[in-house]
Structures are given as structure tokens and as C-alpha cells.
Nanobody
């Protein structure tokens, strides 16, 4: 069982930055691929970024490449999402998720993630 708790959301002006954190419980955090997803009002949940359990591989949605950076600290059971050059269209509830993975790989499919956090609101004003 893994419990995930996100933090770091808030209100920021366009062009600003935020850093989201996701703290995980459990002793096997390093066995999980971690992902960040988001859901804007009236839209479906979408994959934002993912990182393999070793941290050696990362993957991003095209719209956030070059602006967002995902990282993890397995010693602290925490995954981060550094968001720079934020745009109003980045406004959404952001969720972190954990996917148990035998291989050091990344999945972008939400239904392949086993555990989800409660979400944190990110609002970018224009």
C-alpha cells in the first residue's frame, strides 16, 4: 500500500513558477514509476510527466517540455514537479500517481497507475 500526499499548489501569475511535491508512504517507493497528471475543469485527466523508479528516465507531455521538470528523491520518498514559465492553460488540479514497475520504465496511461494522491490546485492568472 502506498499513500501519496501532494503539496505546493497555489495561485501564480503567468510566467511564474511553482514546485509541487508528492510525499509517499511505504518502504518500496523506489520500485514505483511516478507520474504527474492534471485535470482542468470540463476536461479529461491528462498525463503531464513521468519518471522511472531509478530516476534515469523521464518523459513529458509536449505542451510542458522545456518548462516542467520532474525529479525524485528515493531517500526521501518524494517526487517533485518544478513548473516554470507557467501559462493560464496550465491551470488544473495536479495529481501524483505511483505505478509498480518491474522494469525501469515509464507509462503515460492513467489506468496503469496503482495509487493516486488527493490532488493540489494550480491556478495561473493572465
Amino acid at each position: 500500500q502506498v499513500q501519496l500526499v501532494e503539496s505546493g499548489g497555489g495561485l501564480v501569475q503567468a510566467g511564474g513558477s511553482l514546485r509541487l511535491s508528492c510525499a509517499a508512504s511505504g518502504r518500496t517507493f523506489s520500485s514505483y514509476t511516478m507520474g504527474w497528471f492534471r485535470q482542468a475543469p470540463g476536461k479529461e485527466r491528462e498525463f503531464v510527466a513521468g519518471i522511472s523508479w531509478s530516476g534515469g528516465s523521464t518523459y513529458y507531455q509536449d505542451s510542458v517540455k522545456g518548462r516542467f521538470t520532474i525529479s525524485r528523491d528515493n531517500a526521501k520518498n518524494t517526487v517533485y514537479l518544478q513548473m516554470n514559465s507557467l501559462k493560464p492553460e496550465d491551470t488544473a488540479v495536479y495529481y501524483c500517481a505511483a505505478s509498480y514497475s518491474y522494469y525501469d520504465s515509464i507509462t503515460t496511461m492513467g489506468n496503469e497507475y496503482d495509487y493516486w494522491g488527493q490532488g493540489t490546485q494550480v491556478t495561473v492568472s493572465s
